[in-house]
């Protein structure tokens, strides 16, 4: 088997939202740090908890949206430079068994 032209759209819609769900993750973590950061800080003044709050929840609507894109951009053009290299190469091949 070997494949010799993959759909563009298709692979970067998958990777899309596959980088979106690491987006999601790496906010989460992002959010964690900035809430801790925010209430270690609260002592320095009147606008510190705020910042790091809204830093916080910026991270988790941001993230995942800045990867998805990125990531379905970065992949469609991959998949696309795949296609014109394995039409002259003659793509990958691949061993599949069927049991």
């Known amino acids: 088997m070997v494949i010799r032209r993959v759909d563009p759209v298709s692979v970067g819609k998958i990777a899309g939202l596959l980088y979106a769900l ?31 709050m809204l830093f916080g929840v910026g991270a988790i609507i941001v993230l995942p949206i800045f990867y998805g894109v990125l990531g379905f951009v970065c992949t469609l053009i991959a998949a696309v430079l795949y296609n014109v ?15």
């Open 22 to 52: 690491m987006g999601l993750i790496v906010g989460a973590l992002f959010s964690l740090v900035a809430m801790a950061g925010a209430s270690f800080g609260s002592g320095m003044g009147d606008g510190a908890p705020l910042a790091g």
């Open 85 to 99: 290299v394995a039409g002259i190469g003659g793509g990958i091949r691949i061993d599949v068994e069927q049991g």
